[in-house]
């Protein structure tokens, strides 16, 4: 399945609940794309607090990877959270996330291009 197919799957679940993203004036849109950062914000955050946890077993001397494996379908979950708020919020923008994102990643290569030679 593509990116673009996914977009579309949220769009339509969106516009079933009356969530769509296909507001026309700017404040209507600001109010969706303000609500959806927030919870990817959120979301990010408690992604974050499952690695916490892993790295306080570890940094103790315990036994991270137990830890690990009962915290890894909880990151799973909020990184699929983070996913779909981003889904959202690249719907909203009207971004074209294959060309903008291989843009992007042709910047980054030229960007960095010295950065792994310098980085041993």
């Not at 892993?54 to 909880?74: F, W």
Request: proline share 1%; aromatic share 8%.
């Amino acid at each position: 399945m593509e990116i673009r197919e996914l977009l579309e799957i949220q769009r339509k679940f969106d516009r079933e609940h009356g969530w769509g993203t296909e507001k026309t004036n700017i404040e209507e849109r600001l109010k969706v794309m303000e609500k959806d950062l927030i919870g990817l914000i959120g979301e990010v955050g408690e992604a974050a607090n499952c690695l916490k946890k892993v790295r306080l077993y570890l940094d103790a001397g315990r036994d991270a990877q137990k830890v690990y494996d009962v915290e890894a379908p909880h990151l799973r979950e909020e990184l699929i959270d983070v996913f779909i708020y981003l889904i959202r919020l690249i719907d909203i923008t009207e971004t074209n996330l294959e060309k903008e994102y291989l843009a992007k990643l042709a910047n980054n290569r030229e960007r960095y291009i010295d950065f792994k030679k310098t980085d041993s």
